[in-house]
């Protein structure tokens, strides 16, 4: 599950760290790996204050009611706990410019499997859908980089090159290893993101129907959020699904 708030025209706007340059034409930004969870979060509930489907899916994943009322600060508590838990399996939590940008992501061969939820219609389209279609696209033996999670400081958008680095380093270690980078964008504003990295799509989802409405309010008939399977490979990969 991974959105981006900060828009295409301007992406780049605790503990001891190990530092890993991203090289790029621009100033050189590090991409430093860190054990600061409660640091990592802060930055990515600020960029995530304001998304429904972040909230939607936080709710689903702790199996809450969604017409509980559920506070920002309980929503950021359950995010914390996924970074930890995401942390305990061996993911790679990294941070740009002072924790302007941070990103959660499982490398290869380190993937797990989360827990599902309680909702066996959530499961289909959210686990069991999207792992058949990463199954068919990539071609087997082809590992990848998931990232559960990105997002920027949008209090700081005099803070540049932070998302632009860090995606940056994972396509060259992506691109040395010859594997691919996985996510998923739950937004349209995400995606666009996303495909100005080198993303493409190869599958849209809907995920919510009939439960909440495009801005996350309760509605047994509403179309709920739309999602997107994105994929990076520096090779060509066939089924991508153009705009």
Known sequence: MTTLITPPRSP???????????????????????ADILRATDTLAKAFKNCPANDYLMKKFFNLKIDEHVSKARINSILSYFN????????????????????????????????????AKFNKVFFD????????????????????????????PEVRGSVRAIFDEYK?????????????AIS????????????????TFHFGEGE?????????????FVGYLMIYYKDELPGAIEN
């Open 12 to 34: 780049m706007a605790g503990d001891k760290a190990t530092s890993v340059e991203s090289k790029h034409t621009r100033a050189v930004v590090p991409v430093n790996s860190t």
């Open 84 to 119: 930890a838990l995401y942390m305990d399996k061996g993911g790679e939590i990294v941070e740009a410019n002072d924790f302007d940008a941070v990103a959660v992501w499982t490398a290869p061969g380190k993937h797990f499997h989360q827990d599902e939820t309680n909702d």
């Open 129 to 156: 859908d999207l792992y058949e279609v990463r199954k068919r696209v990539l071609p087997s033996g082809l590992d990848c980089y998931y990232l559960f999670i990105i997002g920027k400081d949008l209090t700081k």
């Open 172 to 184: 060259r270690l992506a691109d040395e290893r010859g594997v691919a980078l996985v996510l998923e």
């Open 188 to 203: 349209d504003r995400a995606k666009s993101v996303y495909e100005y990295f080198g993303f493409k799509n190869y599958y």
């Open 212 to 224: 909440v409405d495009s801005e996350g309010h309760v509605d047994p008939n509403g179309k709920g």
